[in-house]
């Protein structure tokens, strides 16, 4: 639903029924956001030549006739459903405060860190969050602001709320996952459409999305006999010094955006040591994944990626470049390769030793004992490399 109340002279329903009542309490709603809204900005046109100017151009444009300023303001009100993409973007006009959702899914972005964060578990139920869209920004105000809907299953939201407890900001592209005992972080590491690496969700749903690291270690006998069980992971988990150098090599106006053809010429050289293209399957790989998952803002002309994508994009790379046979798993030698290729090199300038590692015991296969590493566990070992 979309309210736009200031746009012209709305007459609101006089006759006591329902649909008279939503009119009215979403009218009132929308007043008294737009005057916290207008507020905040004749506070900012203080110190800001160009918000001032727009404060009175709408003032006297408007103002005579109806009282108020800013006709485009409007309420909106969203029913999320799990069948549709909601990718990250920032807004783009002035100002947008949206109060907590009943059933919370907002994940806003920590720039500084890159970082997703459910910033609706922080909130009361009585509080909102304000925030500066790409028009202001633009006209020197506050950073726009990133954002997206993290879309859990909505039966398990509607369960949820009416227990009072709130979501978990999982895609609805794979199951919620599961954790040890403190907590491990999940971060995601984006999901191929195309390529050598495929996901394999274990609901049997073809992920296109974000996935959440599964934390999953069951103690079992089988060879070799090591099971890996995070107890103590950090709770930011970091990047390898290599990924993080060579987000700084590629940004070279460091202004934090990397384009398809930067990542295509950076990753070429990076991973196969090429000058040029890359591989004609990895091209292809980049192109679906960037196609899928890239950002953009009103003031730059072009999509692209920021260092939080950048990084995710980097371990699929990284992934698809020893995985050999193309069949989204790598073997202890290609699991072994790709990480000694992300560990820092010795000091004394001796060759780089094997990096030693562990995996759950059912990445193995139960005949053979041969490592069959998938995405997931990779992407756990690839952030806790230094």
């Not at 992971?233 to 930067?262: H, K, M, Q, Y």
């Not at 040591?273 to 072009?302: K, N, Q, Y």
């Not at 759950?360 to 590493?373: I, V």
Request: hydrophobic residues 45%; negative net charge.
């Amino acid at each position: 639903m979309e309210l736009h109340p200031r746009a012209g002279n709305a007459t609101l329903p006089s006759t006591a029924t329902p649909s008279a009542a939503l009119f009215r309490s979403g009218a009132s709603l929308s007043a008294a956001f737009h005057d916290v809204c207008e507020e905040v900005l004749r506070a900012l046109a203080a110190s800001n030549a160009a918000v001032a100017t727009l404060l009175d151009a709408e003032c006297e444009g408007r103002g005579a006739e109806h009282g108020d300023t800013f006709s485009a303001s409007m309420l909106r009100v969203h029913q999320y459903t799990e069948d549709t993409e909601y990718p990250a973007h920032c807004d783009l006009g002035l100002l947008t405060l949206a109060p907590r959702a009943t059933l919370p899914g907002l994940l806003v972005q920590d720039v500084g860190r890159g970082e997703w964060v459910a910033v609706e578990e922080r909130m009361g139920s009585d509080e909102a969050i304000l925030f500066a869209g790409s028009t202001l920004a633009e006209m020197g105000g506050p950073a726009p602001l990133p954002h997206k809907l993290a879309v859990a299953p909505l039966a398990a939201l509607h369960a949820r709320a009416h227990h009072g407890a709130m979501p978990e900001a999982t895609p609805v592209t794979k199951p919620a996952p599961r954790s040890v005992d403190p907590p491990v972080a999940a971060s995601p590491m984006l999901a191929p459409t195309g390529g050598a690496v495929e996901p394999e969700p274990a609901d049997g749903s073809t992920a296109h999305a974000l996935l959440p690291v599964v934390v999953d270690a069951p103690v079992t006998t089988l060879p070799p006999s090591a099971v890996a069980m995070p107890v103590a992971a950090p709770a930011i988990p970091g990047v390898p010094a290599r990924v993080r150098a060579c987000f700084t090599r590629l940004d070279a106006d460091a202004d934090g955006r990397i384009s398809l053809e930067d990542l295509a010429a950076g990753f070429a050289r990076e991973l196969y040591g090429a000058e040029g293209a890359l591989p004609a399957a990895a091209r292809t790989a980049l192109d679906e994944l960037f196609a899928a998952s890239a950002i953009g803002d009103w003031s730059f002309g072009e999509r692209y990626a920021d260092k939080r994508l950048f990084v995710a994009l980097y371990a699929n790379m990284l992934f698809m470049r020893h995985d050999a046979d193309g069949d989204g798993r790598l073997t202890h030698a290609e699991a072994q390769a790709a990480l000694k290729f992300l560990a820092r090199p010795p000091k004394d300038g001796t060759p780089k030793p094997d990096v030693h590692f562990a995996c759950p015991a059912d990445a193995y296969d139960a005949q053979t004992g041969e490592l069959r590493m998938g995405r997931e566990w990779f992407w756990q070992l690839f952030l806790v490399l230094p």
